[in-house]
C-alpha cells in the first residue's frame, strides 16, 4: 500500500523556520518524484517545490525560502522553510509523481502551519 505522511507543522511564529517531513513507503522511492504543495484557505493549491532523486525544482513564489532534500536510506522527503511569514499559513501536502509521469498520484493526508505575526 501506498502511503505518504507529512509531518512537522505547528503554530510558529513569523521570522522562525521549521522543517516538514514526508515519509514514504510501499513504492520504489527513487522510481518517483516527491513534491511539496500547499492550500492556504479560501486559495487554490500551490506546488512549492519538487525533487527526484537526479533534480530538483522550486515555484518561482517560494523566493528562496524553502529548500527541499531527499533521504533516500529513510524514503523521506523534507522541506526546510525560512523566514517564516503569515501568509506562510496553510496546510502542506507531499506528492509523488512516477518518473516520466503527468500527474501526482499519491498524496499524503497534510500537516498543518500557522504563522502568528
Known amino acids: 500500500e501506498v502511503q505518504l505522511q507529512a509531518s512537522g507543522g505547528g503554530l510558529v511564529q513569523a521570522g522562525g523556520s521549521l522543517r516538514l517531513s514526508c515519509a514514504t513507503a510501499?513504492?520504489?522511492?527513487?522510481?518517483?518524484?516527491i513534491a511539496w504543495f500547499r492550500q492556504a484557505p479560501g486559495k487554490e493549491r500551490e506546488e512549492l517545490a519538487c525533487?527526484?532523486?537526479?533534480?530538483?525544482t522550486y515555484s518561482n513564489s517560494v523566493e528562496g525560502r524553502f529548500t527541499t532534500s531527499r533521504d533516500s536510506a529513510k524514503n523521506a522527503v523534507y522541506l526546510e522553510i525560512d523566514s517564516l511569514k503569515p501568509e506562510d499559513t496553510a496546510v502542506y501536502y507531499c506528492?509523488?509523481?512516477?518518473?516520466?509521469?503527468?500527474?501526482?498520484?499519491?498524496w499524503g493526508q497534510g500537516t498543518q502551519v500557522t504563522v502568528s505575526s
Open positions: 506528492a509523488a509523481q512516477l518518473l516520466g509521469g503527468h500527474n501526482y498520484g499519491y
Open positions: 510501499g513504492f520504489t522511492f527513487d522510481d518517483y518524484a
Open positions: 525533487a527526484s532523486s537526479s533534480d530538483t
